[in-house]
């Protein structure tokens, strides 16, 4: 999600900068194919593309880039047998081929009109190819652009074309501004969400509590009517108030939300959903199962849970799932629904890779 921070600050046209995107990976690495972080002239770093280990040598190369003008890439081979060539073992482990742009002319240009597509609602293509003397850029919408990385030349595996994904800050919406929607708030305003606060009390909608939130004040009818609650959204509901909590759940059922999460115990939930049939898309309690007690334990298992369905999505779309591949039934692990049958569920896996260190746990797929 740094790719909207970046857009702001070029929007800015605060100074000259470059960008690094990470073409292709070999082996494990901290970030993924296509992920971005800019150099500005002036010494600020935004975004990320590894956890340290390569941005004081990617930045003496963009000081090069920014005077130049001129592209480069590079390789960094961060196998411990091998990393000894950046002065110390870093031991990462894989092999990383990283893009410089000077952000400027063409490519400037079309950032500035995904960062603009993006704030309509609309998700872009960025492509680029290029050969050893100029790189070329376009913008598609995101159905237009199938490639993801081509090759120039197979023997070596040098890519010369990239298309990355640019999409809007997913919207999500806490229903209740108690000490819950705090803790929750402190987190998922850092992993890419647009917040959206709501509360029939605006004593508690307030600056100083969500100072980077927007916020919508009024009864739940209200809050639906003036928000419009779109396919792409995420809520969680959090108020604590028995009837408006089932207010909020009663108005946005209809609406095939990304994520409808319930806060609260399942004897409360089940008072809350027991006139409504319960879609896939509800998580009720809220969070992943990992022993969470206080707020922002249980913050820190809804952050989790936010991510892995926010990835799974993502990647249900690149491979022509459906929508619900990766959600889970009401209640959790193999417990019978108010409404329905027991059914397979959707949950973070117990398996012997799971707890390896460093091994990436996986949700499993309900059957």
Same mark, same amino acid.
């Given at each position: 999600m740094d790719m909207h921070e970046i857009l702001e600050w070029i929007e800015g046209g605060n100074d000259q900068s470059? +960008?690094?995107?990470i073409l292709c990976v070999e082996g494990h690495s901290y970030r993924k194919t296509g992920a971005s972080m800019l150099f500005t002239a002036s010494g600020i770093q935004i975004g990320s593309v590894s956890p340290g280990c390569l941005e004081?040598?990617?930045?003496?190369r963009a000081i090069r880039v920014r005077e130049?003008?001129?592209f480069e890439c590079m390789t960094?081979?961060?196998?411990?047998?091998?990393?000894?060539?950046? #002065?110390? &073992?870093?031991?990462? #482990?894989?092999? %990383?081929?990283?893009?410089?742009?000077?952000? &400027?002319g063409r490519l400037r240009e079309l950032l500035l009109e995904a960062k603009r597509r993006n704030e309509t609602g609309e998700s872009v293509r960025l =492509?680029?190819?290029?050969?050893?003397?100029?790189? *070329?850029?376009?913008?598609? =919408?995101?159905?237009?652009?199938?490639?993801? @990385?081509?090759?120039? $030349? *197979?023997?070596?595996?040098?890519?010369?074309?990239?298309?990355?994904? +640019?999409?809007?800050?997913?919207? %999500? +919406?806490?229903? #209740?501004?108690?000490?819950?929607? &705090? =803790? +929750?708030?402190?987190?998922? *305003?850092? @992993?890419?969400?647009?917040?959206?606060?709501?509360?029939?009390?605006?004593?508690?909608c307030t600056k100083e509590r969500f100072p980077e939130a927007d916020f919508v004040i009024g009864t739940p009818e209200q809050i639906a009517e003036q928000l419009q609650f779109r396919s792409t959204d995420y809520l969680i509901v959090c108020s604590h108030n028995l009837q408006r909590d089932k207010d909020m759940i009663r108005l946005a059922l209809p609406i095939p939300l990304v994520y409808l999460g319930i806060l609260g115990s399942k004897k409360r939930i089940r008072? %809350?959903?027991?006139?409504?049939?319960?879609?896939?898309?509800?998580r009720a309690p809220i969070g992943l199962s990992i022993g969470a007690d206080g707020p922002y334990e249980i913050a820190v298992s809804i952050a989790a849970e936010l991510i892995a369905i926010r990835a799974g999505r993502q990647a249900g779309q690149r491979k022509g799932r459906g929508r619900d591949a990766y959600f889970s039934p009401l209640f959790g692990s193999g417990t019978e629904?108010?409404?329905? $049958?027991? *059914? =397979?569920?959707?949950? @973070?896996?117990?398996?012997?890779?799971?707890r390896k260190s460093g091994t990436a746990c996986s949700i499993n797929q309900p059957s």
């Open positions: 470059v +960008i690094a995107t004081h040598d990617l930045q003496e130049s003008g001129r960094y081979n961060l196998n411990a047998d091998e990393d000894v060539i950046w #002065g110390e &073992e870093i031991g990462c #482990g894989g092999e %990383l081929r990283i893009l410089l742009e000077p952000v &400027e =492509a680029r190819s290029w050969d050893e003397k100029e790189i *070329k850029y376009s913008l598609h =919408a995101e159905s237009e652009c199938h490639f993801a @990385i081509a090759y120039l $030349d *197979k023997k070596d595996d040098v890519p010369n074309q990239l298309s990355v994904m +640019i999409s809007p800050r997913p919207r %999500l +919406i806490l229903f #209740g501004a108690g000490k819950d929607a &705090e =803790a +929750i708030y402190s987190l998922v *305003k850092q @992993i890419g969400f647009q917040v959206v606060m709501t509360d029939w009390r605006p004593a508690l008072m %809350l959903f027991e006139t409504f049939l319960i879609p896939s898309n509800v629904q108010t409404h329905g $049958d027991s *059914k =397979a569920v959707a949950r @973070i896996s117990e398996g012997p890779a799971a």
